[in-house]
């Protein structure tokens, strides 16, 4: 190949990653809590700018001289694809692919032009860019359903959790029905002592019964992938987020806390909702320490994610809920008597007309 040739492939495709990185990492820095991210994609920036300024001076005028913008016929064309962007998740994939190329195309030219200490450089820059993709599109994933999430509980502030305990009178399809109806939307799938196989065929039941509805399982994150659930909940004594963050797919992550030290450090750890409870006594759970009001409302106020709150909640307390902060209220036990979850199901389109 002639060597001007290479040099202006080698000179396009520096300013192709450099534009590219930067492109997804504006992309990634606006997202909620994407500070790892930001900081994974500007890293990559960095390191890609001081190859370029290394090569620039040490290539000097015979790279500047083999720009020829003028000749370049990739300035004048550009594909329908190029011309629109849906999202933020297309103008990211697009970016990051642009930089995935430029970086291989730069490894490659490198090795032409003879710079050994390039195209191994160049290659590990390519494999970051791709676990960067990676990372950042589950990211917009799950970021792209706390919007769902807060869009059904604004609607319909009142998560249902079917468990044992408030299907003795009526058949978990009756439970969740009388809640669909009634508009709500958000339904955790619980079943603390059954087997996996029964929670998997609950949730799928729940899921192809009210299609629309956002399923959430307790605990099981593998049941919850196999259900191809909207998200999982976790605790304290469940799998650890850190570990989670690698086999939670496109789910949505709910974590239990009781005080704002530990819903901020789930939420830097990658969960995406808070469940705060217990708020009030509870028969639902033995043993339960009461969090109360000031815990919905100090964490409300701490963490940037929605907080649900649950434990003891009634028609009696509901609006006391919501006002502390809560952006919801998960209920078991207020919904077990289907008159009693009718009143409250009428208390709660009241005071969200």
Same mark, same amino acid.
């Given at each position: 190949?002639?060597?001007?040739?290479?040099? /202006?492939?080698?000179?396009?495709?520096?300013?192709?990653?450099?534009?590219?990185?930067?492109?997804?990492?504006?992309?990634?820095?606006?997202?909620?809590?994407?500070?790892?991210?930001?900081?994974?994609?500007? !890293?990559?920036?960095?390191?890609?700018?001081?190859?370029?300024?290394?090569?620039?001076? /040490?290539?000097?005028?015979?790279?500047?001289?083999?720009?020829?913008?003028?000749?370049?016929?990739?300035?004048?064309?550009?594909?329908?694809?190029?011309?629109?962007?849906?999202?933020?998740?297309?103008?990211?994939?697009?970016?990051?692919?642009?930089? /995935?190329?430029?970086?291989?195309?730069?490894?490659?030219?490198?090795?032409?032009?003879?710079?050994?200490?390039?195209? /191994?450089?160049?290659?590990?820059?390519?494999?970051?860019?791709?676990?960067?993709?990676?990372?950042?599109?589950?990211?917009?994933?799950?970021?792209?359903?706390?919007?769902?999430?807060?869009?059904?509980? $604004?609607?319909?502030?009142?998560?249902?959790?079917?468990?044992?305990?408030?299907?003795?009178?009526?058949?978990?399809?009756?439970?969740?029905?009388?809640?669909?109806?009634?508009?709500?939307?958000?339904?955790?799938?619980?079943?603390?002592?059954?087997?996996?196989?029964?929670?998997?065929?609950?949730?799928?039941?729940?899921?192809?019964?009210? @299609?629309?509805?956002?399923?959430?399982?307790?605990?099981?994150?593998?049941?919850?992938?196999?259900?191809?659930?909207?998200?999982?909940?976790?605790? @304290?004594?469940?799998? @650890?987020?850190?570990?989670?963050?690698?086999?939670?797919?496109?789910?949505?992550?709910?974590? $239990?806390?009781?005080?704002?030290?530990?819903?901020?450090?789930?939420?830097?750890?990658?969960?995406?909702?808070?469940?705060?409870?217990?708020?009030?006594?509870?028969?639902?759970?033995?043993?339960?320490?009461?969090?109360?009001?000031?815990?919905?409302?100090?964490?409300?106020?701490?963490?940037?994610?929605?907080?649900?709150?649950?434990?003891?909640?009634?028609?009696?307390?509901?609006?006391?809920?919501?006002?502390? !902060?809560?952006?919801?209220?998960?209920?078991?036990?207020?919904?077990?008597?289907?008159?009693?979850?009718?009143?409250?199901?009428?208390?709660?389109?009241?005071?969200?007309?």
């Amino acid at each position: 190949m002639e060597k001007t040739r290479a040099l /202006q492939i080698l000179e396009a495709n520096l300013n192709r990653l450099r534009e590219g990185i930067r492109v997804a990492e504006d992309v990634i820095r606006y997202s909620p809590g994407s500070v790892k991210l930001y900081a994974r994609a500007k !890293g990559l920036r960095l390191v890609s700018g001081k190859l370029e300024k290394e090569l620039r001076e /040490q290539l000097g005028r015979e790279l500047i001289r083999a720009r020829r913008l003028e000749l370049d016929p990739g300035k004048e064309t550009a594909s329908a694809e190029e011309m629109s962007r849906t999202g933020e998740s297309a103008l990211l994939s697009a970016n990051l692919k642009r930089a /995935q190329e430029a970086a291989r195309t730069l490894e490659e030219i490198s090795k032409v032009l003879n710079l050994r200490a390039y195209p /191994q450089q160049y290659k590990k820059i390519r494999f970051a860019l791709y676990a960067l993709e990676a990372s950042a599109q589950a990211h917009l994933t799950a970021q792209f359903r706390v919007r769902e999430l807060r869009d059904a509980l $604004s609607r319909f502030p009142l998560n249902l959790v079917i468990d044992e305990l408030n299907t003795k009178l009526q058949s978990p399809m009756q439970l969740a029905a009388r809640y669909h109806r009634a508009g709500g939307r958000v339904i955790q799938v619980r079943y603390k002592n059954m087997p996996a196989a029964v929670l998997l065929k609950a949730a799928q039941s729940v899921a192809a019964r009210f @299609p629309e509805a956002l399923v959430i399982v307790n605990d099981r994150v593998d049941v919850a992938r196999a259900a191809n659930a909207f998200g999982v909940h976790v605790g @304290p004594q469940d799998i @650890p987020l850190a570990k989670l963050s690698t086999l939670r797919g496109d789910l949505l992550v709910g974590y $239990s806390a009781r005080t704002t030290d530990t819903a901020l450090r789930a939420v830097e750890a990658g969960a995406d909702y808070i469940g705060v409870g217990a708020v009030f006594p509870t028969d639902s759970k033995s043993r339960v320490r009461v969090a109360g009001l000031d815990a919905v409302r100090n964490i409300a106020k701490a963490v940037d994610a929605p907080v649900i709150a649950i434990g003891g909640i009634t028609a009696a307390n509901f609006a006391s809920v919501i006002k502390a !902060g809560a952006a919801a209220c998960a209920v078991i036990s207020a919904v077990a008597d289907p008159k009693e979850a009718e009143e409250l199901y009428a208390l709660v389109k009241k005071l969200t007309r």
